[in-house]
């Protein structure tokens, strides 16, 4: 039982891990008063990018940077639309997305004439626990930059009270574009942890709307840091489960079908939404 619970566990962490930095990224874009619902989009691109780094390197790291760097690449670019030309950001994060649905599979093509994946990267060529240490330890460094540093201040003034901010001598939009950029990176290095840390490879539209599952967290975790890490973990929990049941049978109605089992996450995230969205606050000049 021990065993069980501790490979349950284990698989949790591991499983969250891509979730833990979207969703830090998208935390940190939403307190500076940007929408971000482009955190998708971003891990596509990331996990993409160092698949392709890694196999080519055979470094995991170049490949961890690599992703970083494409997502905050694709932020950059979101952040020119709905910053300097003022677009609606949702509008702006949904064409992001179908952008990166598209984009990869191309490059894909290009490289390898395959729009489906990437080469398979060697065993040891990929990471066995790094990104796990670095997604915990993550929040706990956020949660300390914005309770001690001025820059953490910034970033909530410039999400909850930008005029006061701006009367202060300190450039609003400067705060926010460096909120976006940082935003892409995370996410981009949570996409690299699909593909050279949960596989070893990059599948086509292999986030299967784990970005969006991020943003969930994020809502339910109340844009807070660690309690988003707990919202991270037990989403992890929820598709580790979902893994252990698939050929589960259930007595006197057999085997369960699998497409019941995989659903498990995403209708646990509908459910813990409409039970606790209503009790979260976002930041007040979220979106303005």
């Not at 639309?81 to 997305?97: D, S, Y």
Request: net charge positive; charged share 10%.
């Amino acid at each position: 039982m021990d065993s069980y619970l501790f490979d349950i566990l284990g698989a949790s962490a591991r499983l969250a891990t891509p979730l833990i930095f979207a969703a830090m990224g998208g935390l940190i874009c939403e307190r500076s008063g940007v929408i971000n619902i482009a955190l998708e989009g971003m891990m596509l691109v990331g996990a993409f990018a160092a698949a392709v780094v890694t196999y080519s390197s055979s470094s995991p790291w170049l490949g961890l940077i690599a992703g970083g760097a494409t997502g905050l690449m694709l932020a950059a670019f979101y952040g020119w639309i709905v910053l300097p030309l003022r677009a609606n950001q949702i509008v702006a994060g949904t064409g992001i997305n179908m952008l990166a649905y598209g984009l990869p599979p191309f490059c894909a093509k290009v490289l390898y004439d395959v729009t489906g994946s990437t080469p398979a990267i060697d065993l040891v060529h990929r990471f066995a626990y790094a990104p796990i240490v670095l997604a915990l330890l993550l929040p706990v460094v956020i949660a300390l930059t914005l309770r001690l540093t001025r820059g953490g201040l910034w970033l909530q003034f410039a999400g909850e009270h930008p005029a006061a901010l701006a009367a202060g001598g300190i450039n609003v939009r400067r705060v926010r574009w460096s909120a976006v950029l940082m935003s892409g990176f995370f996410a981009g290095v949570g996409g690299a942890s699909l593909s050279i840390f949960l596989s070893s490879s990059y599948s086509r539209n292999m986030t299967s709307g784990r970005g969006f599952i991020a943003l969930a967290a994020l809502i339910l975790g109340k844009w807070k840091p660690l309690p988003t890490l707990a919202a991270c973990l037990f989403f992890g929990l929820a598709d580790a489960m979902q893994m252990r049941l698939q050929g589960i049978e259930v007595q006197y109605l057999g085997k369960v079908p699998v497409q019941f089992i995989q659903i498990l996450p995403y209708v646990i995230t509908v459910i813990v939404l409409a039970g606790f969205v209503g009790q979260a606050r976002a930041p007040k000049a979220l979106g303005q």
